[in-house]
């Protein structure tokens, strides 16, 4: 026998966790012969695809990273001094290894279970602190999603607290960026504002206005002094939104001290790369009386049941499910990793390290422009931060191409240059570049005298005298060991993918291999400015060129657009790309989205954001969209309907057999078929969006194609769309990525959060056709086969027609409330198991969302069904008087270590049922860090800041 020696280990038996004796053991539990029969009794015939995915054959871990080399190399990392919003940065390393490259921080969910994320809502809670006190504002959420959107969110709370319902001008300041500006026009067009861009220094502003918003310093480099702005606008009613550099604001006076009402900016340069657009961190900042309006998630402190301090997510956590299109905004998905890394960053360096860094960046901006305005070239700006801008003439050529040979890039607009600096930057840089600009002046090197003893330029008014950062938490954690326990004694609090599934309906918490993960940090992904030139970024093009490609066979549909950073974001570009093109064919009047009762919260809040008059559509008993209504709906509607936004397979988890019938019903009355694809899990290689008939679809990247959560983000999600929608997918002011008619930007970054893309990029190529189309089929066995090992246990809501489940499954706890059980009694002692729970309450009040993805091994699915069987009998329990109906393990849940370990022991069952309730907890145990967590106390007073150390306790505890 000849030795294998063409032996390749396939990537797909790393994902996708059942070996050979599980698959067969878990199809006789379910009762089927092969999984080629259970995905015959699942999928409907008639939207089955034909043939396989057209896709490259399956690389190897090694194979891939080494190819992928090769690719990041096509990227040309030069020197950025080009700023507008990015700027190069030095991510310590000790948040570099133990958060951004950690699965310990990476892999975990929206912290919507608090007992078990204390860790990261901590230092969610820092970033907001970080926030407030750097912009002076009274109250900050947990992160957006770029700048530009953050922007937009302001416009358009702005908007909905004018007090002058006619008001419907918005004043945009010319020096704002122009990403912002685009994304601006985007979010504004479909409600009839109007953007009135102009100087703030002699604009004549009306009652006519609602809002403006201004840059500081201005996207120019000016420092401008806003006050007198401000108190104008106020004195008309209007209120101003500030787009903040927050690197800036370590040394300049904060807008909430001269009247900023809302503040925006990116916490990209606190230690995140750029990533040629992203991910970071967005932040926003405004009045506590707007703390109802505010945007995206609030951490707020609040008290556990011991009355300990606990933090948990405040107010509108899950907003969009309850107030749905009167939602404040369809944030969902924001930047959870990003704001953590960028907190840890500030308590890293502390106020001190902090100003250090803007002093320099600040002192080496004015090295640069006193050494070229002495060698006689023109500065147009004279009070700056960190850019410089000069008026080059003719010298304008010979300065750009002398930079590129030193591999420098600067930002030009004609004959105008702008050069930003930043924490990277160096003294040399500043000899670098006054020697190019001296040699096309015909001065020799060595005449050349950088000016290295310099001053402030910032002017007196605008010095920052107010103290930031003196909280402990940013003073305590300067040496690398110290920061290292931090961070570490924070991510004991969180249960990730690191010790156990976390098996949440519709969130497809699949693995995030390592090797997806490795390339996001290289120097030639990280380094990159989302406006380099395109002839540095050929690395990136052939990712986006392959990752178009693959999810387009993938979706069925002509071409995506890499630009929403989530889902929700991807919901609202669809839509606006619907709206754009019923317009272009002379059908602006089609406003109707018809919306099933079932539907995920952001899809009417995406709805609301295109202003779109929503229709619901009733489901019937059995779960599945009520086809007759949904007809008659469309017939009512047919002269003004836009589109269908449609769950496929439902959020039932159930393949309904009417899709096609659905799709055909919306067509013909003049509709578009929105697909949402955050069930995209279910139908890769099985099925696609074009194949059932819908016209436009989002991909949740951070669900179905492997990006990890990061906590609450960061996420992607591209829209895949049919030919006849390709010319209208978003464009870009300052890198043209437009088709012929384009809708405006809808992110700050052309391709939105770029380097994680790879991630999604890597998956694909690794798992290849059979992978992914196995991975479909494996993630509908394991989903079926916990739901055969349930169903005894909990009745499961809704199946197709042939009884089985699609990726996910809906258990029914209604029941138990009777006896007084609600269903987050259950979520909660689920901790005490080792367990994150399931989906609580969507779609479907009192149940839990079940959804186990392919990555999980039979093994641990058997854990948590045996943890769910194990608490059904204590359910029972109680619904049979053996426990106390208000002192049981379940109402107590979770219970901690201090609790366990007290002298006294009150309860009328034991310790050991408590903390132990089955033989394999004790192996790995987890210990939640706080007792069930007091929501209401928590909003009653809200404190979304770290509260100082003495004196919290005085003031939550009752
Ligand atoms: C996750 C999800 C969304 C929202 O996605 P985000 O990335 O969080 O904005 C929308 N619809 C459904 C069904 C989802 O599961």
């Not at 970054?749 to 893309?757: C, V």
Request: net charge negative; hydrophobic share 40%.
């Amino acid at each position: 026998m000849g030795l294998d020696i063409h032996y390749q280990e396939e990537f797909q038996n790393r994902h996708i966790a059942p070996n050979e004796a599980d698959t067969e053991a878990m199809l006789s539990v379910i009762g089927v012969d092969s999984i080629e029969q259970l995905i015959d009794e699942t999928l409907p015939e008639n939207i089955k695809l034909k043939k396989p995915l057209n896709l490259p054959a399956a690389k190897s871990e090694t194979e891939y990273l080494t190819a992928l080399k090769q690719t990041s190399l096509l990227n040309k990392v030069f020197k950025s001094f080009i700023g507008q919003g990015y700027y190069d940065t030095v991510t310590p390393g000790v948040i570099l290894r133990n958060v951004f490259e950690n699965p310990g921080w990476y892999t975990q969910y929206t912290p919507y279970q608090a007992e078990i994320a204390q860790g990261r809502l901590q230092a969610l809670l820092n970033f907001q602190t970080m926030v407030i006190d750097l912009t002076g504002m009274e109250i900050a959420n947990a992160s957006l999603l770029d700048e530009a959107t953050a922007a937009a969110e302001g416009m358009f709370m702005q908007y909905s607290l004018r007090k002058n319902m006619a008001a419907k001008k918005y004043f945009v300041s010319i020096s704002v960026f122009p990403q912002t500006i685009d994304v601006l026009k985007t979010r504004a067009n479909p409600y009839g504002i109007e953007l009135v861009i102009g100087d703030h220094q002699n604009f004549q502003l009306t009652e006519e206005f609602f809002g403006a918003i201004v840059q500081y310093p201005a996207g120019n480099g000016e420092l401008f002094d806003y006050a007198d702005f401000a108190a104008k606008l106020h004195g008309l009613n209007i209120k101003l939104t500030v787009a903040a550099d927050i690197l800036a604001l370590t040394l300049l006076t904060p807008p909430g001290e001269w009247g900023a009402d809302i503040v925006v900016g990116n916490t990209q340069r606190f230690g995140v790369p750029m990533g040629f657009g992203g991910p970071h961190a967005a932040y926003f900042a405004t009045k506590a009386e707007y703390k109802r309006n505010i945007p995206g998630r609030i951490i707020g402190v609040t008290v556990d049941s011991a009355n300990n301090y606990a933090l948990r997510m405040a107010l509108q956590t899950r907003e969009q499910h309850i107030r749905r299109d009167k939602a404040t905004s369809n944030i969902c998905t924001a930047q959870a990793l990003l704001a953590i890394m960028a907190s840890f960053y500030a308590a890293y360096h502390g106020p001190k390290g902090l100003k250090k860094i803007a002093l320099r960046t600040h002192g080496l901006a004015i090295s640069l422009a006193e050494t070229l305005n002495k060698l006689g070239f023109k500065q147009l700006n004279t009070a700056y931060f960190d850019t410089i801008r000069f008026d080059l003439g003719d010298l304008v050529q010979p300065i750009h191409a002398a930079c590129l040979d030193n591999e420098i890039n600067l930002s030009y607009q004609g004959s105008l240059v702008a050069i930003s600096f930043d924490e990277t930057s160096t003294f040399a840089d500043v000899k670098t570049l006054a020697k190019i600009f001296a040699r096309v002046k015909a001065v020799a090197a060595d005449d050349v005298s950088v000016v290295d003893d310099v001053e402030t330029v910032v002017p007196e008014n605008l010095k920052r005298i107010t103290k930031y950062l003196q909280h402990p938490i940013f003073n305590s954690y300067h040496s690398e060991h110290e920061m290292l326990r931090y961070i570490k004694s924070l991510e004991a609090k969180d249960l990730s993918l690191c010790q156990s599934m976390i098996p949440l309906g519709s969130c497809t918490m699949k693995l995030n291999a390592t090797a997806e993960m490795i390339p996001i940090t290289w120097s030639h992904f990280g380094k990159i400015h989302p406006f380099a030139p395109a002839d540095q970024v050929l690395g990136y093009y052939s990712v986006f060129n392959e990752l178009n490609k693959w999810l387009s066979e993938i979706t069925g549909f002509a071409a995506m657009s890499f630009q929403p950073n989530s889902g929700a974001q991807g919901e609202y570009t669809g839509l606006m790309v619907i709206r754009a093109y019923h317009q272009d064919r002379g059908e602006a009047h089609r406003n109707v989205a018809l919306i099933p009762a079932s539907a995920h919260g952001t899809n009417p809040a995406s709805a609301a954001m295109a202003e779109m008059k929503i229709v619901v559509v009733k489901s019937l008993g059995n779960g599945n969209i009520d086809v007759d209504d949904l007809k008659a709906k469309a017939v009512q509607y047919k002269d003004n309907l836009a589109c269908l936004m449609v769950t496929y397979p439902s959020t039932h988890g159930v393949f309904e057999e009417s899709i096609v019938e659905i799709c055909d019903t919306i067509h013909k009355n003049g509709g578009q078929v929105y697909m949402d694809g955050a069930n995209m899990n279910a139908q890769v290689g099985l099925t696609s969006p074009a194949n059932i008939g819908a016209d436009v679809c989002h991909l949740n990247l951070h669900k179905t194609f492997c990006i990890p959560h990061g906590g609450g983000g960061p996420g992607m999600g591209p829209i895949g769309v049919a030919a006849h929608l390709v010319p209208f997918l978003p464009g870009h002011t300052v890198v043209d990525i437009a088709h012929e008619k384009s809708i405006s930007a809808v992110s700050s970054a052309p391709w939105g959060s770029a380097s994680i893309l790879i991630i999604s990029h890597a998956y694909i190529a690794m798992m290849g056709s059979k992978g992914l189309t196995d991975a479909t089929k494996y993630a509908i066995l394991n989903a079926n086969y916990i739901k055969a090992r349930l169903e005894k246990y909990y009745p499961v809501l809704y199946s197709g027609a042939n009884g089985r489940c699609a990726h996910e499954m809906i258990l029914d706890c209604r029941s138990f409330k009777a006896f007084g059980i609600e269903v987050t009694d259950i979520a909660k002692r689920l901790m005490d198991y080792g367990f994150h729970a399931p989906t609580v309450s969507f779609p479907v009040s009192g149940t839990l969302m079940v959804e186990p993805t392919e990555s999980e091994p039979k093994h641990e699915m058997d854990r948590f069904c045996d943890a769910m069987i194990s608490i059904k009998h204590e359910v029972l329990a109680v619904e049979n008087g053996s426990f106390n109906k208000l002192d049981n393990p379940l109402k107590n849940a979770p219970h901690t270590a201090a609790v366990i370990t007290a002298n006294d022991w009150n309860h009328e069952y034991t310790r050991q049922v408590a903390a132990f309730p089955l033989k394999y907890v004790a192996e790995r145990k987890f210990w939640p860090s706080v007792g069930r967590v007091n929501d209401s106390h928590g909003d009653r007073s809200l404190i979304c800041a770290c509260p100082p150390l003495e004196s919290y306790l005085e003031e939550i505890v009752p």
